[in-house]
């Protein structure tokens, strides 16, 4: 059996915009400015699919998006 990839996710979408202020919370920044309209191409929001964890693995999401990000902003490694 070869190796199989797993989104580690809560299935719910977020903007880009969502959790780039999450991101800056979590550095007590202040939050990212917006300098031009979208264009063709750029993501606007993501969503991972956590079926397959959940099947293969029992695997749920404990830890809402925002606080998921703040947490990762603020880990030792990163400061």
Do not use: C, K, Q
């Not at 979408?13 to 202040?30: H, I, K, N, Q, R």
């Not at 979208?38 to 998006?65: E, I, K, M, N, W």
């Amino acid at each position: 059996m070869g190796l199989r990839p797993y989104n580690i996710a809560s299935g719910e979408p977020s903007t880009v915009g969502e959790m780039a202020s999450a991101l800056a919370a979590g550095f007590g920044g202040p939050d990212p400015v917006v300098t031009g309209e979208f264009r063709a191409g750029d993501v606007r929001h993501v969503t991972a699919s956590p079926d397959r964890a959940r099947r293969d693995l029992g695997f749920v999401a404990g830890v809402p998006v925002d606080a998921g990000l703040v947490e990762f902003a603020t880990a030792p490694l990163r400061r």
